[in-house]
């Protein structure tokens, strides 16, 4: 086993539910924000097993050109797939009975078996007998006084209780590496050209080789196949260890003794952490008639923008149901 000092520390955007800044993020346009939040909701409230997409594109039954949809929801029932689409609309004004006609004809082009229509301002007067004659269903997602809970209110089991008040924290900081081991087979150390390599930058240096093929590759590369979502483990206030078991795998590492196959890698970080509040957004969703469940949602974005994560509560008949979703740009 070699250990050696990273020269240079390193900021990770690969985290335990970490680091940021919260806003939106950056450049988002607000009708794509607000299509992310009701697949989000729709997400929570899916039945087990069903995959919701947002946005998606769906084959044209006539033309076969695909058709983009704001978010679709797939779930199989016995051994069919049944598909319901996702439309929405964030405008000032209620939405007329001309786009739900319009929805329907795309409903029966793209063969869906249901279709959720969404809008923030609600729908003119004639709009939901024309929605239940053209088999649409339509919701309202909208934006409430965050100071007014009163209709937030839990099921306890034997009794009932009014939400007074909700807020979120986010843990982040920066981990900064003060010792890689590389774990490898037999004896001798880490050839010094390698050693030198790793302390100037262990993440990048290409200094493995895919046993087989002969290809080169970095750590970094490593940690995203086989630990794309690490998780540190460890004191917040000192160090963290992330470890990765190589030893089925078939990577070579240049030693003094020649070439060795590298079993495991553990890291050791400094931490550097602190506790943010989350800016809450509150909102209700559900039908034009009847009652609508209560949303709070907040948005995340990293420093660096190569990271959003969006966190999402839905008060679901009395329960709280919560969903953290992550988003990395292409």
């Not at 306890?156 to 807020?167: A, F, H, I, M, P």
């Not at 003794?257 to 209700?284: M, N, S, W």
């Not at 839905?314 to 292409?330: F, M, Q, S, T």
């Amino acid at each position: 086993m070699q250990c050696f000092e990273s020269k240079l520390p390193c900021y990770l955007s690969s985290w335990n539910r970490l680091v940021g800044d919260m806003t939106n993020k950056s450049g988002e346009k607000k009708w794509r924000t607000f299509e992310r939040l009701v697949a989000s909701i729709e997400r929570v409230l899916a039945s087990h097993g069903a995959v919701v997409k947002s946005p998606d594109h769906l084959p044209d039954c006539d033309t076969g050109d695909l058709r983009e949809v704001d978010a679709s929801i797939r779930v199989s029932v016995g051994s069919t797939e049944i598909i319901a689409v996702v439309e929405c609309r964030n405008r000032s004004r209620k939405q007329g009975v001309e786009w739900l006609e319009q929805l329907a004809a795309k409903k029966r082009s793209v063969g869906a078996h249901a279709l959720i229509v969404v809008s923030s301002a609600g729908f003119c007067r004639r709009a939901a007998s024309k929605a239940q004659k053209l088999g649409l269903e339509l919701r309202c997602l909208s934006e409430v006084d965050s100071a007014d809970l009163s209709e937030w209110i839990l099921d306890l089991g034997e009794e009932t209780t009014r939400l007074t008040g909700l807020s979120a924290k986010l843990l982040w900081g920066t981990y900064e590496p003060v010792e890689v081991s590389l774990h490898f087979e037999g004896a001798g150390e880490l050839d010094p050209g390698v050693a030198s390599a790793l302390c100037r930058d262990y993440l990048a240096a290409p200094v493995l080789t895919i046993k087989g093929s002969g290809q080169i590759t970095c750590l970094a590369n490593l940690l995203k196949e086989y630990d794309p979502e690490f998780r540190l483990a460890g004191d917040p206030d000192g160090h963290w260890e992330r470890k990765l078991d190589l030893s089925s795998e078939s990577f070579l590492l240049k030693t003094t003794e020649g070439l060795r196959r590298v079993t495991g890698v553990d890291i050791r970080y400094r931490a550097h952490p602190r506790v943010d509040d989350l800016p809450l957004d509150f909102f209700q969703y559900g039908a034009t008639t009847g009652p609508s469940r209560q949303i709070a949602n907040s948005t995340w974005t990293a420093p660096n923008k190569d990271l959003s994560i969006r966190f999402t509560v839905v008060n679901d008949k009395g329960h709280l149901r919560v969903l953290v979703e992550e988003d990395r740009p292409a």
